[in-house]
């Protein structure tokens, strides 16, 4: 007798497929979702210290953006390629968790 209340899932490894079963926990994971470049994230809890930059503003790859202060170290962010910086989403002050979008770039 086949039990239909079990979820099978196919799970893809180096071109195999394999059929498997799941963990609740697994299934309320948060999903991957890839990083988009065009959003500069902290990696690293901290302060902002100064945002040197405004929306419609052009910049060159390496031109910095912003101060964080983070673990007692002032840290420069820079541009990592060339744009035009879109939106800003923090203030002068903000204390920021990790992995928070700071700046949007076009």
């Known amino acids: 007798m086949e039990d239909n209340s079990l979820n099978y899932q196919i799970f893809v490894v180096n071109s195999a497929k394999y059929l498997t079963l799941t963990t609740t926990k697994y299934d309320r994971r948060k999903k991957y979702l890839p990083i988009d470049p065009k959003e500069v994230r902290s990696i690293i809890p901290g302060s902002i210290i100064d945002i040197l930059v405004t929306p419609g503003q052009v910049l060159k790859a390496g031109e910095v953006l912003l101060i964080l202060d983070a673990m007692k ?34």
């Open 73 to 106: 170290m002032y840290t420069q962010i820079e541009m990592p390629f060339d744009g035009v910086i879109k939106s800003i989403h923090i203030e002068k002050g903000d204390r920021i968790p990790k992995n928070t979008v700071m700046i949007t770039i076009e």
